[in-house]
């Protein structure tokens, strides 16, 4: 008999019942129990959404990031909030946005930063997804010390349901290798204490009665040098002696050169994502034992088109007769990174709804894949043709392709990708039409998505308010912001994207070839939820998207405004993007498409044009021997959609919480007047990456970390461009935050910004 499992499940619930129970905590208007028990609610629910399954993962529930559960599970709180007033769960919230509750107030000690509030830890990418997490801090003299109360709470919770557990760890070989150790000790240094506290933890599930452990090492489809390899044979070999079975799970790419070490390891288990590449699967079955067990990974847990259940019962049926007991099935991933349930999704299109599959389809899908091969294809024949017409439908829908779309692309030259001139060129051109001081400010492009905003957006789209209605609002909010900009001093304004839902499904809306969800919200971090567009057939731009909104801004104010736009490679990984053509296909439709927008804004007298690109390095393979082909295809992406313009026109990008340092040259190859890039978060850890390499055009590191309620001082700011400017020249350094402030409040922005512009005024006076 096949067993089924499932890798974690999404956190939010399926009315994002955690985003508002934990934004209204940490305002004060609920206490923690209220908090404590929407989760524990959430739980139980998702815990019954997977009957069915042999093994249920536990522990993979956070109330805000499974790395940072991982840092307070072994005891690695950072130094600067161990002995800080409160307990454990204020010490959690301090760490992941820099105080526990809004309301905290902050006293200028040891244990604060320059910016009067604790520093929030460093936030980056889960590997090349749109989640982020809490990067865990390491130094030579760490020292870890279990504290499994919260993941036994939840076994309780699940013995309590008659849930047959699988807990889930984050494996100590990737933990550290995502953790960061800034006073340059190595970090495999920290791996026999850290497996230590493993072998601890392992005992303390063992005597709850645990049988299996799912224990995550996703650097497992990475390129690991002998060190890391080594590791995982030290690690495993050590935890061999453990009473609980240990299955060890790899995900989002295939383990390639890595699948005879991964095969070799001395675990009871080995899971892997089989639709990445399935010669992986048929070696290791080759490679096993015959007492281990192999997990395939076969259904997408990142993505949202229904899976080939005939073609995957084609490929598993002579699988399974080989494997019997041994094989177990499971999404690819845990479904934390799609929505939970299409059913809500009323409005959207039939023929396309019956294209897709959210969590809890996903695990129907799993669920008929085991009964097929439990019982015979016989047993599920409906669902099985059902799942066949659907995909036949999408297969020919003419809603798919479209032949003008094609042809353009055709004709889409390399030349349409260059500039008219070099940087050199543009750069004294764009200076005599703008007028900036030296260090001129602007910001990211957002401002706060006030409840005005939202009550506006809602009562438009309820039919409540006329577009003539609904326009007016937007139009005041715009008015506002450009009055608070001029007021502050800003140099570069932006109309604040009032009328705009998110960066991604405002343009997506605008597009052919896009759909929408009215509630498949996914968790990007924290209580911050975004809902990809589902990008289903050949893009194009029916009429002009943002021209109106930032001709009207600039009308407000003599001060140069700039158009923002998102760009090709961004909306290309927040979507949910087809898979019945190449990703890079599918993004040059996208430039082409919104190089229109650029143009047109150009021709409406907009003088800057920024281009967000905050998902460029997401999309960055997790092999670097794959690197250069994506680098390619997604530079010359951009390109085509901003180089239109005339040499006068300045063209901003943003690149926000990746890590940037080892492709500082490819952003450079992007050839954007100005890039504005984060660096406040992460440490100024970007800095480093001007040591050997002269970015040659306009750059902003950002100032301060937006993600925070914290407000920087002038000091700091001063201090952090001082520091940028010992490594760029100083007349190519913008000021700017470190992402846009559509999530912070106003009561921060305006402090925040008052202090960056001072800031800026310092720095020319003592130029």
């Known amino acids: ?49 997977q009957q ?35 307990d454990t769960l204020d010490n959690y919230f301090r760490v992941a946005r820099g105080r526990s509750a809004d309301s905290e107030q902050h006293d200028h000690d040891a244990h604060h930063d320059c910016c009067g509030g604790v520093a929030a830890g460093e936030m980056t990418k889960w590997f090349n997804t749109n989640y982020h997490y809490i990067v865990p801090e390491l130094t ?61 933890l392992l005992g303390q599930l063992a005597a709850q009665g645990v049988e299996w452990v799912q224990i995550d090492e996703p650097i497992l489809v990475t390129e690991l040098d002998a060190d890391w390899q080594h590791a995982f044979n030290t690690a ?58 192999l997990s395939l990974g076969v259904i997408d847990g990142r993505n949202i088109w229904k899976s080939d259940l005939g073609a995957l019962l084609d490929w598993l049926e002579p699988i399974a007769a ?3 007991g041994s094989l177990w099935l499971a999404p690819t991933c845990s479904l934390l990174h799609v929505p939970v349930d299409l059913q809500s999704e009323t409005r959207l299109d039939p023929e396309i709804r019956s294209w897709l599959a959210f969590a809890l389809q996903k695990l129907e899908e799993l669920r008929l894949l085991g009964r097929a091969l439990n019982e015979g294809r016989a047993a599920v024949a409906q669902a099985l043709a059902d799942n066949a017409a659907a995909l036949a439908s999408r297969h020919a829908s003419p809603r798919v392709h479209d032949a003008a ?71 005041a909010e715009i008015a506002h912001g450009v009055r608070e900009q001029e007021a502050l001093g800003l140099d570069v304004l932006v109309h604040g994207e009032a009328e705009r839902n998110d960066m991604v499904e405002y343009f997506g809306e605008q597009l052919a070839g896009y759909a929408f969800s009215s509630q498949g919200w996914v968790q990007s971090y924290g209580s911050r939820c975004v809902k990809p567009p589902i990008l289903y057939g050949d893009v194009s731009r029916p009429h002009p998207i943002t021209v109106e909104w930032i ?109 940037f340092n080892d492709i500082i040259a490819a952003i450079a190859a992007m050839d954007a007047d100005v890039i504005t890039i984060e660096n406040s978060r992460s440490g100024q850890e970007l800095l480093g990456a001007f040591e050997h390499f002269a970015y040659p055009n306009g750059i902003g590191p950002g100032v301060y970390d937006i993600h925070s309620p914290n407000v920087p001082t ?36 305006r402090p925040s910004l008052a202090h960056m512009v001072a800031a800026a005024h310092e720095l020319r006076r003592a130029a």
Not at 428 to 441: E, G, I, R, S, V
Not at 617 to 646: C, K, T
Request: charged content about 20%.
């Open 405 to 475: 779309v094609q042809q353009a692309l055709a004709h889409a030259t390399p030349a349409l990708e260059q500039r008219h001139s070099a940087y050199a060129v543009r750069a004294p051109l764009q200076a005599a039409k703008l007028h900036l001081p030296a260090f001129p400010t602007t910001t990211i492009g957002s401002f706060p998505q006030t409840p005005e905003i939202r009550h506006a957006r809602k009562e438009y789209k309820a039919g409540r308010l006329s577009d003539a209605q609904y326009q007016a609002a937007m139009r």
């Open 140 to 200: 030579a003299a760490t020292q870890f010390k279990l504290n499994a109360s919260r993941l036994l709470d939840q076994l309780a919770e699940a013995k309590g349901q008659g849930v047959r557990a699988k807990p889930v760890l984050i494996g100590p070989v990737s933990y550290l290798a995502l953790g960061k150790a800034h006073d340059g000790s190595v970090k495999l240094d920290l791996l026999p204490r850290l497996l230590t506290v493993y072998g601890e």
């Open 1 to 49: 008999m096949v067993t089924l499992h499932n890798l974690g499940f999404p956190r939010i619930g399926a009315g994002r019942e955690l985003k508002w129970a934990l934004e209204r905590y940490w305002k004060g208007e609920q206490g923690r129990d209220v908090l404590l028990a929407t989760a524990a609610e959430l739980r139980a629910r998702h815990w019954t959404a």
């Open 551 to 659: 001709r009207y801004a600039q009308s407000l104010t003599r001060r140069p405004m700039k158009g923002m736009l998102t760009g090709p490679v961004t909306m290309l990984n927040w979507s949910f993007v087809r898979d019945d053509q190449p990703r890079a296909i599918t993004c040059r439709q996208l430039a082409l498409a919104l190089r229109g927008e650029v143009l047109d804004l150009e021709a409406a007298g907009v003088p800057i044009i920024q281009i967000d690109e905050a998902a460029f390095r997401e999309g960055l393979p997790l092999r670097r021997a794959h690197w250069q082909e994506y680098l390619d295809w997604a530079i010359a992406s951009f390109r085509l959609m901003a180089n239109g313009v005339r040499d006068e026109t300045q063209i901003h990008s943003h690149m926000c919480y990746s890590e």
């Open 714 to 749: 002038q000091e700091a700011i001063v201090q952090r461009m001082r520091q940028a400017a010992r490594r760029i020249p100083a007349n190519q350094l913008w000021v700017n935050p470190d992402c846009g402030l559509k999530t912070r409040q106003w009561s921060e922005v």
């Open 236 to 293: 495993y070999h050590q935890l061999k002696s453990s009473r609980v079975k240990i299955l060890l799970a790899s995900y989002f790419g295939a383990l390639l050169d890595n699948k005879y070490l991964a095969a070799n390891l001395p675990v009871a288990g080995l899971h892997i994502d089989a639709l990445a590449d399935r010669a992986d699967a048929e070696q290791l079955i080759g490679l096993l034992p015959a007492h281990k067990v």
């Open 52 to 86: 069915g399954l042999d093994l249920v993962p536990v522990g993979d529930f956070s109330l805000y990031d499974q790395v940072l559960d991982m840092s307070f599970l072994l005891g690695n709180l950072p130094e600067r909030v161990r002995g800080y007033h409160g």
């Open 322 to 324: 080989r494997l019997g």
